[in-house]
């Protein structure tokens, strides 16, 4: 089984509000990641856990806050977001976090995100 | 700066034709590159190359990574509607430390294929 889940499928929010994506796997995986995609474009990643530690922000801006509370769950809070912020949030699960060469990673089904 | 360069940016054929997508690279240390296929939602795996493994077979899909050339391509035979989608190119770098797990994703090739 190599899925990981995702929800909500959609997401609609006000500049104002504060929401959460949440990423989920059961595959005993180590590492998660956090990617966004805008439309005609390829995945830019954002965030990488490993062991429950986060180990790489790309310079994302702190109205995203991502959080591991265990070794199968992501969450990434959003909070006073653009609307330039829209896009497709993909998450992603790899077995080691890279540090095996055959690592490989899964990506979810996304969220799809608009802020208005 | 590490890059990943795909072509063509898209491509239109019909059932059964053969198709040819190419993914270019400029790395300081490589490690692997995947291919994904990417239709409406999340991109799906479809391969892994690396240094120990440099040519892979799935069904009509294969493809090969030309460590030299710093290239890799994927076949697809006998096309069939279902193959449309974005395929994706992807190649992780080994910069230690917290570089693990890093893919930097080429721009995608978009393929249609027609009945």
């Known amino acids: 089984d190599t899925e990981v889940t995702q929800t909500p499928k959609h997401l609609v929010m006000g500049m104002t509000n504060k929401k959460s994506l949440k990423c989920e796997q059961h595959?005993?995986?180590?590492?998660m990641y956090w990617y966004k995609q805008k439309a005609k474009k390829p995945p830019e990643l954002m965030f990488v856990y490993s062991y429950e530690k986060l180990s790489i922000n790309e310079s994302v801006p702190s109205r995203f806050s991502p959080e591991c509370p265990n070794s199968s769950l992501l969450n990434l809070h959003l909070h006073a977001l653009q609307p330039e912020d829209s896009a497709l949030y993909l998450c992603?699960?790899?077995?080691?976090?890279?540090?095996?060469?055959?690592?490989?990673?899964?990506f979810g089904p996304g969220t799809r995100l608009t802020v208005l | 700066e590490d890059k990943v360069v795909q072509s063509p940016l898209s491509l239109v054929v019909h059932e059964g034709d053969t198709v040819t997508l190419n993914c270019s690279y400029e790395?300081?240390?490589?490690?692997?590159l995947l291919w994904y296929k990417q239709e409406k939602k999340a991109p799906t795996f479809l391969f892994m190359l690396?240094?120990?493994?440099i040519e892979k077979k799935s069904g009509r899909l294969s493809s090969i990574l030309d460590k030299k050339e710093l290239s890799s391509i994927l076949n697809i035979t006998a096309t069939q509607t279902g193959d449309s989608a974005i395929y994706l190119c992807?190649?992780?770098?080994?910069?230690?430390?917290?570089?693990?797990?890093?893919?930097?994703f080429g721009q995608g090739t978009i393929l249609t294929v027609h009945p």
């Open positions: 992807a190649v992780e770098f080994n910069a230690g430390g917290t570089s693990y797990g890093k893919l930097t």
């Open positions: 992603a699960s790899s077995r080691t976090g890279g540090y095996s060469s055959t690592d490989t990673q899964y």
């Open positions: 595959m005993g995986h180590r590492a």
């Open positions: 690396t240094s120990s493994g």
């Open positions: 790395v300081t240390n490589f490690r692997s």
